[in-house]
T-cell receptor, first 112, second 114 residues
Framework: LAKTTQPISMDSYEGQEVNITCSHN???????ITWYQQFPSQGPRFIIQ???TKVTNEVASLFIPADRKSSTLSLPRVSLSDTAVYYC?????????????FGSGTRLSIRP | EAGVTQSPTHLIKTRGQQATLRCSPI?????VYWYQQALGLGLQFLLW???????NRGNFPPRFSGRQFPNYSSELNVNALELEDSALYLC?????????????FGPGTRLTVL
């Protein structure tokens, strides 16, 4: 059961790079790491997914160290519209033997 | 491509009543997931359906149930409603129930129990 731990909240300013770290000490060999973004009163939206090392897309980068016990979501040059809750998921989440845990997420607030 | 749709947008019920929430997945997706999100809290996994069968269930009482239809749409039923059932109920779909599958979420149904 891959429980995740994230900071409850973070604050930053427009134009800054924001890094949100997620701890997942008991990650399994087959588990992937996925990050979602959620705005108020909306469903979460997929941001990025990775297994090891570094993954980058047009929105963010995901850094995963060799032991895979943590991961860091990096948002470059944030804007006010990046204010949201960010969730880290770890799993082969949808096997019948495991439970799906989103966790409480990290509430990111961006200031002008 | 149409996204995940949910109905109704809002639902108001009283204690003891039953609520039925509906979800239509993205075309081609066979897996549907249901989550509960109480105000200000994270997502709690409720149910996962794939190919018409319940594949996994979260830590919720049996009065939370659902089903998936042959067209892969899904229904969530909540019986004997309690005040604490008031929440945003989110539906998501994916191509299949694999661990790496991206879930696409709908806008949710806001259930209020009075």
């Amino acid at each position: 059961l891959a429980k995740t731990t994230q900071p409850i909240s973070m604050d930053s300013y427009e134009g800054q790079e924001v890094n949100i770290t997620c701890s997942h000490n008991n990650i399994a060999t087959n588990d992937y790491i996925t990050w979602y973004q959620q705005f108020p009163s909306q469903g979460p939206r997929f941001i990025i997914q990775g297994y090891k090392t570094k993954v980058t897309n047009e929105v963010a980068s995901l850094f995963i160290p060799a032991d895979r016990k943590s991961s860091t979501l990096s948002l470059p040059r944030v804007s006010l519209s990046d204010t949201a809750v960010y969730y880290c998921l770890v799993g082969a989440l949808y096997s019948s033997a495991s439970k799906i845990i989103f966790g409480s997420g990290t509430r990111l607030s961006i200031r002008p | 491509e149409a996204g995940v749709t949910q109905s109704p947008t809002h639902l108001i019920k009283t204690r003891g009543q039953q609520a039925t929430l509906r979800c239509s997945p993205i075309s081609g997706h066979t897996s549907v997931y249901w989550y509960q999100q109480a105000l200000g809290l994270g997502l709690q996994f409720l149910l996962w359906y794939d190919e018409g069968e319940e594949r996994n269930r979260g830590n919720f009482p049996p009065r939370f149930s659902g089903r998936q239809f042959p067209n892969y749409s899904s229904e969530l039923n909540v019986n004997a409603l309690e005040l604490e059932d008031s929440a945003l109920y989110l539906c998501a779909s994916s191509y299949s129930g694999g661990g790496t599958d991206t879930q696409y979420f709908g806008p949710g149904t806001r259930l209020t129990v009075l």
